[in-house]
């Protein structure tokens, strides 16, 4: 289990829904503000503060955990589908670092497309304000 990786993803979610900790901490009722202080640090916590913070960070339920294993979260959605979110800065990041010369070259300029653009370190869509 990669606890440092939870703390990455975990992080840059609240901050892409613009959330204190205080605030994640309260939505998700997990009971203090040092629990998602230690999420955020990298350092393991109860299995069952890891649904709290899914709810915390409108991660669909088991996302923490799927994070935990190598795998990604997915946002909570309603019954409709929505259009396909760009990849956070933590997920570019990793993909980017797994891949070698050209393959590397040909994601980074993916992601240089017009839908892509970055405001303050993030990346967005192009159609958000």
Same mark, same amino acid.
């Given at each position: ?18 959330? $204190? ?12 503000? &040092? $629990? ?7 350092? !393991?916590?109860?299995?069952? !503060? ?5 709810? &915390? ?13 190598? &795998? ?9 589908? !929505?259009?396909?979110?760009?990849? $956070? ?41």
């Amino acid at each position: 289990m990669d606890w440092e990786r939870l703390g990455r993803f975990a992080k840059d979610r609240r901050l892409e829904l613009a959330r $204190t900790q205080g605030e994640v901490a309260q939505l998700g009722g997990l009971g203090s503000l &040092g $629990t998602i202080r230690r999420i955020e640090s990298g350092k !393991s916590v109860k299995e069952l !503060s890891l649904a709290k913070l899914d709810h &915390g960070l409108d991660w669909r339920p088991g996302s923490a955990a799927r994070v935990l294993a190598g &795998g990604y979260p997915e946002d909570a959605v309603d019954s409709q589908p !929505s259009a396909p979110r760009p990849p $956070t800065r933590v997920e570019a990041a990793e993909h980017v670092r797994r891949l070698r010369g050209d393959e590397a070259a040909d994601a980074l300029a993916q992601l240089a497309e017009p839908w892509f653009w970055i405001e303050y370190g993030r990346f967005v869509a192009d159609d958000q304000p």
